[in-house]
Antibody, heavy 119, light 109 residues
Framework: QVQLVQSGAEVKKPGASVKVSCKVSGYTLTELSMHWVRQPPGKGLEWMGGFDPEDGETIYAQKFQGRVTMTEDTSTDTAYMELSSLRSEDTAMYYC????????????WGQGTLVTVSS | SYVLTQPPSVSVAPGKTARITCGGNNIQSKSVHWYQQKPGQAPVLVIYYDSDRPSGIPERFSGSISGNTATLTISRVEAGDEADYYCQVWDNNVDHPYVFGTGTKVTVL
């Protein structure tokens, strides 16, 4: 059974960057396709990007292109999501979520990391 | 990019059946997944590949798809089913392949 444990809440100022981690246990990171989904307060789920297991590349939603970087450290089975040039609209809960192959469901989720952007 | 439309809210009495729809262009050609999210918690997968249930999900939860609409059905609704529900698909769109529905708040009366 996959378990995903994320890093703790962050408070950042506008213009700063934030890096959220997601530690995998029960599986290795190479056995999963890790993605990131965010949810602003009171709003719906929004896919940000993730690893495409068929192309072997990380893909990003066009909305976040140039501002987000997703990386993986397979030695520690930890995935990272870094978002730069933060603005107040980036205040949200950020989740890592894993799937097995391209069209499958996100069957494992982290507990979420709240990122608050405020001056 | 591909759009999935859900009703904002559905209300149902305990013991009755709740049906949550998810509309999308030719959605029957895609695989639809459904998630339940309770307040303050991460989403949980309740239906995958249109109608399959993960282990641990009650048989009361079922999924179907026809034409341009996918439906999540919750039979014999319980108070604990009160939550937000989201549908999701993978779309062959390089800019935004993973799409979530707008979400439906299920209220148990």
């Amino acid at each position: 059974q996959v378990q995903l444990v994320q890093s703790g809440a962050e408070v950042k100022k506008p213009g700063a960057s934030v890096k959220v981690s997601c530690k995998v246990s029960g599986y290795t990171l190479t056995e999963l396709s890790m993605h990131w989904v965010r949810q602003p307060p009171g709003k719906g789920l929004e896919w940000m990007g993730g690893f495409d297991p068929e192309d072997g590349e990380t893909i990003y939603a066009q909305k976040f292109q140039g501002r987000v970087t997703m990386t993986e450290d397979t030695s520690t089975d930890t995935a990272y999501m870094e978002l730069s040039s933060l603005r107040s609209e980036d205040t949200a809960m950020y989740y890592c979520a894993a799937l097995q192959d391209r069209s499958s469901a996100f069957d494992s989720w982290g507990q979420g990391t709240l990122v608050t952007v405020s001056s | 990019s591909y759009v999935l439309t859900q009703p904002p809210s559905v209300s149902v009495a305990p013991g009755k059946t709740a049906r949550i729809t998810c509309g999308g262009n030719n959605i029957q050609s895609k695989s639809v997944h459904w998630y339940q999210q309770k307040p303050g918690q991460a989403p949980v997968l309740v239906i995958y590949y249109d109608s399959d249930r993960p282990s641990g999900i009650p048989e009361r939860f079922s999924g179907s798809i026809s034409g341009n609409t996918a439906t999540l059905t919750i039979s014999r609704v319980e108070a604990g089913d009160e939550a937000d529900y989201y549908c999701q698909v993978w779309d062959n769109n390089v800019d935004h392949p993973y799409v979530f529905g707008t979400g439906t708040k299920v209220t148990v009366l």
